[in-house]
C-alpha cells in the first residue's frame, strides 16, 4: 500500500486567500506530480518534479506554484484564489521511469 | 499525439462480468494502467500491463492488450456493487520520459441488482 498523504482533504475560502495543499509521501520516492480534477472530468498533469529542487509545469497551464525542498514533500500554492480554482488536486509519486504512480487521496479545493 | 479514449458510461448487473475498452495512441507506452476513482476519493491503482504482455489476471481483473490495434480492456468477473465507481485507463508515452501518465476521461461503471 502506498504512502502519500494530502492535506487538507476538503476546503472551502474565499476569494483572494493564499492556499497551500501539502503532500507527503514516505516512500522516498523522487518523482512527485500534481493533476488536477474537475467533477466528472478528465486529469490533467500541472506541476511535475524529478527530484529536489526540480519543479516543471505540466501540460494544463495553472496558476499554482509548487517547490521541492525535501524529497518526501512537494507543497502546492495559490497566491490569490479564485472561484476557476475550485477543483480537485491530486498529488502522486513514483520511483523511477517506468515504475507504477501512486496517488494521494485528493484535496477538494472550493473558492466562494 | 497523445490520446486515450473511454466510454463514459457502462451500467451491469450484479453478477455479471464487467469489461471496459480504451483505446490508447501512443505506441511508445510502456506501461498501460487501470485506476478506480470512486466517488469523492483520490485515484487507488488497480493493476498495469507491461506493453510487451498480451494478458494479466489479478484475481477478478482481467487485462487485455492489443498492441497492434493500441487497445487495452479491463474485465471485472462477478461484478458487485462495491466495483461501482470510474474506472480510468493510462499510459505513459515516450514523450513524457515514461513517468507522466495521459488518463482516458473515465468509464463510469454502474451494478445494479
Known amino acids: 500500500e502506498a504512502d502519500i498523504y494530502q492535506t487538507p482533504r476538503y476546503l472551502v475560502i474565499g476569494t483572494g486567500k493564499k492556499i497551500t495543499l501539502e503532500c507527503s509521501q514516505t516512500?522516498?520516492?523522487?518523482?512527485m506530480y500534481w493533476y488536477q480534477q474537475d467533477p466528472g472530468m478528465e486529469l490533467h498533469l500541472i506541476h511535475y518534479?524529478?527530484?529536489?529542487?526540480?519543479?516543471e509545469k505540466g501540460d494544463l497551464s495553472s496558476e499554482s506554484t509548487v517547490s521541492r525542498i525535501r524529497t518526501e514533500h512537494f507543497p502546492l500554492t495559490l497566491e490569490s484564489a479564485r472561484p476557476s480554482h475550485t477543483s480537485q488536486y491530486l498529488c502522486a509519486s513514483s520511483d523511477s521511469i517506468g515504475d507504477t504512480i501512486y496517488f494521494g487521496e485528493g484535496s477538494w479545493l472550493t473558492v466562494v | 499525439g497523445e490520446d486515450v479514449e473511454q466510454s463514459l458510461f457502462l451500467s451491469v448487473r450484479e453478477g455479471d462480468s464487467s469489461v471496459i475498452n480504451c483505446t490508447y495512441t501512443?505506441?511508445?507506452?510502456?506501461?498501460l494502467y487501470w485506476y478506480k476513482q470512486e466517488p469523492g476519493a483520490g485515484l487507488q491503482l488497480l493493476t498495469y500491463i507491461f506493453s510487451n504482455m498480451d494478458m494479466k489476471q489479478d484475481q477478478r481483473l482481467t487485462v487485455l492488450l492489443n498492441k497492434k490495434d493500441k487497445h487495452l480492456s479491463l474485465r471485472i468477473a462477478d461484478t458487485q456493487t462495491g466495483d461501482s465507481a470510474i474506472y480510468f485507463c493510462?499510459?505513459?508515452?515516450?514523450?513524457?520520459?515514461?513517468?507522466?501518465?495521459?488518463f482516458g476521461a473515465g468509464t463510469r461503471l454502474a451494478v445494479h441488482p
Open positions: 516512500m522516498g520516492h523522487d518523482k
Open positions: 501512443d505506441s511508445s507506452s510502456t506501461y
Open positions: 518534479s524529478y527530484g529536489v529542487n526540480s519543479t
Open positions: 493510462a499510459e505513459t508515452p515516450l514523450s513524457g520520459g515514461y513517468n507522466k501518465l495521459i
